[in-house]
């Protein structure tokens, strides 16, 4: 639907985030001024950008091949079985809350 927006919240600073359908998480918190930690710059290789989901994990895009191999690379095999996604990389479709230390807002 045209115009659609979620909400994501982001623990345990409590920071809000409104996204469009289908945009990638980490690319609506830079549009909104935030600084997301990260050492790759969204290229899917530090995994530095990785939350923990807490709510709404149906509402994300499914996980692609170069971010599980992030994961699995920087964090180990056992990552697959957490729920724990790249920032970078899903994709958001509802209303979601994640667990995030050190995600600032710009203002
Ligand atoms: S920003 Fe580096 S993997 Fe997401």
Known sequence: MFGLR???TIEPSGLRLDVPDGE????????AGF????QC?????????????VEGAQYLSE?????A???VNQRGQ??????VRL???LGVYGDVTVRKTGVRSGG
């Open 6 to 8: 979620h909400t994501v």
């Open 24 to 31: 990638r998480l980490m690319q609506a918190a830079r549009e």
């Open 35 to 38: 600084w997301w930690p990260n």
């Open 41 to 53: 710059d969204m290229q899917c290789r530090c995994a530095g950008c990785f939350v923990t989901v």
């Open 63 to 67: 996980m692609g091949r170069a971010e």
């Open 69 to 71: 191999e992030a994961l």
């Open 78 to 83: 056992r990552a697959l079985d957490e729920p």
């Open 87 to 89: 920032a970078c990389q």
